[in-house]
Each structure stands twice: as structure tokens, then as C-alpha cells.
């Protein structure tokens, strides 16, 4: 009887090492593709970029269309007003800057009123999506692209849905409120509205702000952080927005725009039904249903990217903020998956139904659980014989290069476009830090995501708190 | 290193572990390989880049010289053949921010280094980037004798060459026979309209009877008409009105309808009047906001009460918001309206708030 369970165990043990290798062959196949694809899709973008310094100057006409850029604020009493200022800077021909107050329980209402000496409009609105109870709508005679909208406490969701019925141009965007975009950031994600009338959304990269120096709301000098922390996260983005969002935009798969940055255009957003209150993943949710909408209504349509550095944001530099967010995340994935389940592997649906949102389901969603339950049958398998040592090594050294060709790949697709991070001892480090997640950081990371699922299981909802350090200013120039 | 996996463990071969060991050969190989052509490729963009800076530091003040001078020698630039792409760039900004006898000096002396020789060699290549760049400066050096290469360009199959050719046309400033040159880019549909209406009003007044003929002819698509019509409109060619107003009476196109509604309004055209009202009644929430708004550019205080009975009823929203904006434009009389409308106590809260929103925009009321 013995005997029979554990040939069964390790028959099982067999069937799961199988199963692993296979996965990790799968995984790294699809995004040592989406690797390729991006080559050639940022190799185009540089080429186009050459001839779009006219075409910047040339789009500020009446031709451009008009854009409504909604930023969420929730106790930003600290930062909201020169992250205001920086957003009225934006070069654009005709937009609105409509801040969302969302219940704040600290003075950002006070200090905006104060700042840009708000007054009490009537500014009526159509409550086309449902949104908490709006206590009123302020704009200033000194800034009239600034409208402030307050609002009873309903989430970052409900705040966006607000802005969006206030809103009165033809194009959304959806920002956080604390991130920095440049300046002609709009000129650069508009155009993809202007090439093709069947645009619906638009996403750009978000870059790591830590460690970089901010002057008057904008990035001066582009740097790395001293931390351990913000560091990792800057790899993972590169690798995250230069590969994994341009080669899912190639296949018009696309599934997440980031909720710190993007565009839309308003009338797809309302068809769809906006921005959903009972998810954390609202960004992501809204991206896919865009799709099974227009999938749906046999409407033409295209949901892109423009690989452009243009928003920068700060990320956690400490443990609790970052395993909180990235809970977050895992639990928004997983929410956004499970509602959609139907078009999982349906033709109907197109290239998101068969490849994107079955990639996100086997490879993002169960993939901490996975990768965790892999280490742990690794460690029993090596331990009881099943596999030896030798192999061990060859495979956990496999994977860990594996992981660096793929980091060293969007450094190299850094290195080919954009070269934000200027000094060749950037490269080393985020070298050193691509080396190193693999020894921890990425076991921590599958843990928090695996803690996300728990979480999910469990029913939480709780967006979590986000701590923020600020951005670091630079000196003031001298003249 | 002993076998592996004997009969009991999960991948049974040796060969297998061959394949491992190479491919582990062969991503070390390929990490080194991408470290190593990242930190080429930095440094080599340095080199460049310090390359260019210091070309830029010798011929800035050689431009400041060239500009307040009489007579010039453009062999002192002694440029190199890498040197022309960044002399090109550079003397862009010049050129941007040049306007007169200044910008002419400088395109007289980028005839003189003879960069339209390398230029015209690009815009003749197989890459369609160098070809679109080489098109634009050529356009942008007014290079005449390019306009022919530019003409048989706007049939090309890629839409960023045939783009660059039509703003490369625009930019020649010589007489053109517009009429072809829209027609043909009228029938690509791979060029985006909006980019082509901007390109198309830059050609300035002498296109504009062109235009105004293509909107009588049955060949050209409504899609391509409404372009027409919003490229007359925006740049305010009032003759064009009565042609505009004919083709609003003709076409069942609604797109073009709109366009029609919102040029006439923009145009200010007084006949188109009547027509316009009939238009307040469609079933097309679009529609009719345009046709309110153009009534509030040429209405007379007749149209006052229709308005103001829109305002209260409409089923839109941005109906009624329009109408109110109408009758703050219409004046005096709009706004009288507007004043009696505020003390009416069946308003919906809706139209309570437009109205009230309206007249604290007009005068802080």
C-alpha cells in the first residue's frame, strides 16, 4: 500500500516537472516573440519620430480634437497644487484640466480653492455614467482650462466616472493626479486619434520617476534611484511597457493602459458603460471590455500604444507599499479575468479571446501560484532523489538567464530608442538589478501575487493604502 | 557529472542534458552579447552625440556670421559626408525661427553647400523614411525643380511618402494645379483627413476655387466633401456658403449634413436660414445641436422662442447646452430670454442649472 502511494507520489511529481518545463518553455516562448515583435514595432516608432518633430507643430490646429484630461485626487493636500500647475502646462490646442476631488478627508479642496482662487460654477452636466454625489464644480477665472470637481467618496473609478460627465470634450484622459507628464505628451498620444478614425484608447509608457530630479513640475535630470526597491521596479517596467505592451499592441491584444496614463475617447468609454466601481483592476477592466464591446458590436476599432517615455510616476520604495500594490494588481487581474471568463479562448473575440486573455489567465494570474508550487516541488523532487543536482543547477540557471536575456532585451530596446538613462553606468546597474531579481525579488513578487489570490479568495476590495516619498526636487536653476 | 535522470526521474536522456548544457552555453552568449551591444550602442550614440555638438559649436557662430554679412564663403562650413544629416537638422531650427530676407539668406546658402544634391539622391532611395525627410527639407529649401519627383509621389504606396509629397508641394509655394493634387489624395484612404485638411489649408487662398468645385462634383465621395466643406470652413472662405448650402439641400449623407450645418454657422451664411430650421427637428441628437449652434451664429431674435422652447424640452443634453450657449451669442435678446427662463419654476433642475450656468458665463450672473 505503501509502495503504491509513493510510486504514485512521484509518478505525480514526474507529471508535474513535465507539466513545469513545458510551461516554462510556453512562457518564455511567447515573450521572447513579443521581444521580436517590439523590435520591429519601436524600430518603426523611431523612424516615424524622425519626420514628427514638424508634425508636433503642424498638429497644434483646429484639426486636433479637443481633450478632457481627468485627474483623481484623495488627500493630495501636499502635492495637488503643483501637480496642477505642471498639468496646465501641457502644450495642447484646446483642453481641460478637471481635477476630481473624491471625499478628501484632508484640505486638497482648501488648498486648490486657495491656489487657483476657485469659485462655485453651475456648470451643468449629464450623469451619463454613475458616479457618487457631485457637492459641486469650481473653476478658476485665473485658469479657465481648470475645472474642480467635488464629490462624495466612491474610489478612483467613481472620481474618473465624475470627471467624465463633467467632461466636455470628445477625448478623455485618465491620469493620476502625481504623475509628470511632458509637456507635448497630448500632441504625441493624440495622434493615434488622428491617423485612424477607428482609435478608441491610447496608452503610453509610464517610467519610474525615483531617483529622478523635478523641477517645476517637470523631469530635469533622469536618474536611478538609491534604493533597492524603486530600482527593480524600473527593470520590470522597461520590461513591462518596452516589450510586453508594444508586442501585445502589434497583435491589436492589448489589454492594459495604465490607469496613470491614458486616453480615450469619450463616446466608446460611455457605450460601454465607464469605469466599473466594484474592481480594483479598473484600468484593465475598462481596456477589455472595449474589446468585447466593440467585439461584440461588429465595430471596427483599434486599441494602441504609442511607445514614447512620456508619464512618470513614483513607485514604492518600501515593502509594505509595494507588496500592497501588487496585491492590488494581482487581485484587479484576476477580478478583470474572471468577469470576462467568456471570452476566454472564443474566436468571437479575436486575437483577445484566443491568445491575450489566455495568456493573462495561464501566465500572469496562475503564474505566482505555479512558479511557487514549482519551487516547492523542485526543492522536494532534488531532495528525495527524483531529480539530482546537476540538473537542479542546469534548470535554475537556465531560468535565471532566461529572465536576464529578457531584461537585457528591453534594456538593449532602451538603449535603441529613447536612451533616457544617460550615463553607461546606468546600464551597468540596471544590469546588476536585472541579475538580481532573480535571487529574491522575484520569489518576494510571486509571494505578494499569491498573497493577491488569497486575498481575492477571501473577497477584499480594499484599494490599500500607497505611501509616497514625493518626487525629489532638483535645485532651483541659476541664471 | 553523473546521469542525470534514471528510470525514475522526469526527463530520461542524456541528450536532453546536452541540449540544457548548450542552451545554457548560449544564453550565457547571449546575455554578454546583450550587454555588451547595450553598452555600444550608449557608446557609440555618445560619440555621436559629443560628434554633433561640437560640428553645431563651429557653425553657429559661422551661421551668426554668414546672416550679417554681405559676402560669404559656405566652403567655411566644410562639410563632411557624415555631417549632412546633422548640418540639415540644425539648420532646420534656423529655418523655423527665421522668418524674411533671414530665411532666404539661409536657404540661398543651403543651395550653395548643395545639400539638395544629397537630398534629392535620398528622396530617389528605397527607404521610405529618408525619402519622407528628404521630401520635407526639399519642400522646406523650396526646390523647385523636385515638384515633378513630389507630384508623381502622391501615388506612392506608402502613406508617409505620399504625405511628405503633399506637405513638400505645400511648402514649394509655387502655382500648382490643386484640383489634381486633391483629387489624388482625396482617393487614399490610407491618409488620415484630418492631417491632409491641415496640409490642404496651408496651400492658402489660391486652392480655394478648387475646393469650392469639387463639392459640385458626383465623383468625389461625401466622406471626402465633408473634408472639403470643414477645410472651407475653418479657414472662412465666404463665396464657398452657397455651393455649401446647395450640397446640404442635395445630400442624404448625415455626416455631411453635419459638416454643412457647422460650416454655414461658422460662415454666417443668412440664406442658409430657413434650410437650417428644418434641421431642428432630426432625429440625430448631433444634428441638431449643429443646427442650434449655427442658428446662434446668424439667427435673428425670431429664432429666440424656438431655442428657448429646444432648451426646455430637447431629449439631449448638449441640445439643450447649446441652445443656451445660442442664445448668449444671439445677444441681447437671447439673453433676455435666458433672464426670464431663470424664474420659471417648472424647469427641470437640468435646464435650471444650463440656464443659470449660461448667463454666470456671460456676465457672472
Sequence with gaps: ?479 | MHAPFDSAVFIPSALIEQIVIGGIGGLFALVTLLLGYALVLRVSYNRRNAYAKQRVREWEPLVLEYLEQESFEPSRFSLKPRDWMIFSEFIDEYLENLEGTENEKLLDLLRAVRLERLLMKQARGRNRWRRAYAVRYLGRMRYRPAAGLFLSMLGHRSSVVAFSALEGLQMLGISLDYERIIREVLRREDLSFPKISEVISRFGAPVHPSLIRLLDDPEISASAKRLVVDILADNRVVESAPSILGLLRETRDEELVIGCIKALGILEEPEALPTLTNYLTASNWIVRSQTVRAIGALGTKREVPVLAGMLRRDSSFWVKQYCADSLVRMGQDGVEMLRNMRQESSLSPEVESIVAHALEEKNGE
Excluded at chain 1, 18 to 36: D, Q, R
Excluded at chain 1, 261 to 272: E, P, S
Excluded at chain 1, 370 to 380: A, D, K
Design chain 1, 1 to 479: 500500500m505503501q509502495e503504491t502511494l509513493a510510486g504514485f507520489l512521484i509518478e505525480a511529481i514526474r507529471f508535474f516537472n513535465l507539466f513545469m518545463l513545458f510551461y516554462f518553455l510556453i512562457v518564455n516562448g511567447v515573450y521572447i516573440s513579443l521581444t521580436a515583435l517590439s523590435f520591429f514595432a519601436i524600430r518603426r516608432y523611431l523612424q516615424e519620430h524622425l519626420l514628427s518633430q514638424s508634425s508636433l507643430r503642424m498638429f497644434q490646429s483646429s484639426f486636433y480634437k479637443p481633450i478632457s484630461i481627468l485627474a483623481p485626487a484623495y488627500n493630495e493636500q501636499n502635492t495637488i497644487a503643483d501637480n496642477v500647475r505642471s498639468l496646465l502646462q501641457l502644450h495642447y490646442p484646446e483642453f481641460e484640466i478637471i481635477v476630481i476631488n473624491d471625499g478628501s478627508k484632508d484640505n486638497t479642496l482648501e488648498v486648490l480653492k486657495r491656489e487657483y482662487r476657485l469659485r462655485a460654477s453651475h456648470r451643468p452636466f449629464e450623469s451619463r455614467l454613475s458616479c457618487r454625489k457631485v457637492r459641486g464644480v469650481y473653476v478658476s477665472d485665473d485658469h479657465p482650462r481648470l475645472v474642480v470637481v467635488d464629490k462624495e467618496n466612491g474610489g478612483k473609478a467613481d472620481a474618473l466616472n465624475a470627471g467624465i460627465n463633467v467632461s466636455r470634450y470628445p477625448l478623455v484622459s485618465a491620469i493620476d493626479a502625481d504623475s509628470i507628464l511632458e509637456h507635448d505628451v497630448m500632441l504625441k498620444l493624440v495622434r493615434p486619434f488622428l491617423d485612424s478614425p477607428h482609435t478608441v484608447a491610447v496608452g503610453g509608457i509610464v517610467r519610474v520617476a525615483n531617483g529622478c530630479s523635478i523641477r517645476g513640475g517637470e523631469v530635469v535630470e533622469i536618474g536611478l534611484s538609491e534604493k533597492w526597491l524603486p530600482n527593480f521596479q524600473i527593470v520590470e517596467y522597461l520590461r513591462s511597457f518596452l516589450f510586453g505592451r508594444v508586442g501585445w499592441d502589434i497583435l491589436n491584444g492589448l489589454l492594459i493602459i495604465s490607469g496613470a496614463f491614458g486616453v480615450f475617447r469619450k463616446d466608446a468609454v460611455i457605450g460601454c458603460g465607464g469605469y466599473l466601481h466594484d474592481t480594483v483592476g479598473e484600468d484593465m477592466e475598462l481596456v477589455v471590455r472595449m474589446h468585447r464591446t466593440m467585439r461584440e458590436q461588429k465595430k471596427p476599432y483599434r486599441i494602441t500604444f504609442v511607445p514614447e517615455p512620456v508619464c512618470w510616476t513614483e513607485v514604492p520604495e518600501d515593502i509594505a507599499t509595494l507588496s500592497r500594490q501588487r496585491n492590488r494588481w494581482q487581485r484587479g487581474l484576476i477580478e478583470t479575468i474572471l468577469r470576462h471568463r467568456n471570452m476566454l479562448f472564443n474566436p468571437r473575440y479575436g486575437v483577445v479571446g484566443c491568445f491575450a486573455l489566455p495568456f493573462f489567465l495561464l501566465f500572469e494570474m496562475l503564474a505566482p501560484a505555479i512558479e511557487l508550487t514549482g519551487y516547492i516541488v523542485f526543492v522536494f523532487s532534488w531532495a528525495f532523489g527524483i531529480i539530482d543536482t546537476g540538473f537542479a543547477i542546469l534548470f535554475l540557471t537556465a531560468a535565471v538567464l532566461l529572465g536576464m536575456v529578457l531584461s537585457l532585451s528591453a534594456l538593449v530596446l532602451e538603449e535603441l530608442s529613447f536612451r533616457k538613462y544617460p550615463r553607461i553606468r546606468h546600464i551597468f546597474k540596471l544590469f546588476l538589478f536585472a541579475v538580481l531579481e532573480n535571487f529574491g525579488y522575484r520569489q518576494i513578487h510571486s509571494f505578494w501575487r499569491i498573497q493577491g489570490i488569497w486575498s481575492f479568495l477571501r473577497g477584499e476590495k480594499k484599494w490599500g493604502k500607497m505611501d509616497r516619498v514625493g518626487h525629489r526636487k532638483a535645485a532651483p536653476a541659476s541664471h
